[in-house]
């Protein structure tokens, strides 16, 4: 892991960036949240190998949905990536046509119920 001896903020000054406080919580607008060391160090060490990313994405899948006692589970980009994922399964269903017709939704369903928090 690079270790910075500067204020790490410098990081994003060098590319004009102002650094900035946040106290709004875990608002993805501002970064999400800060990564505990453990987190910072385990994705240095992972971005040092290579590895078949959907073999990554299913051994992935498979922790999150045994930590979370679900039926299956899915890494997206974020929030956002998960809900057109889902708007997108909810309209192709197991078709693979329909799957590789996206994303022309012409003749797909339009609406569907997701859980909201």
């Known amino acids: 892991m690079t270790q910075y001896r500067e204020d790490p903020r410098d990081v994003y000054r ?5 650094p900035g ?11 999400g949240t800060k990564l505990r060391p ?4 385990a994705m ?3 971005a040092s190998v290579m ?3 959907d073999e990554l994405n299913a051994a992935a899948s498979t922790i999150l949905a045994k930590v979370t006692g679900s039926e299956a589970a899915l890494v ?16 192709a269903g197991h078709d693979p046509a329909k799957m590789a017709q996206l994303p022309n939704a012409s003749g797909l369903k ?8």
């Open 44 to 46: 240095a060490k992972a």
């Open 21 to 31: 406080i946040h106290a709004g919580g875990t608002t993805t607008l501002f970064g």
């Open 110 to 117: 339009s609406q569907f119920v997701i859980q909201t928090c």
């Open 76 to 91: 997206t980009s974020g929030s956002s990536g998960g809900l057109v994922l889902q708007a997108a399964a909810c309209m």
């Open 14 to 18: 060098t590319v004009g960036v102002r």
């Open 38 to 41: 453990e987190a910072s160090d």
């Open 51 to 53: 590895v078949d990313l």
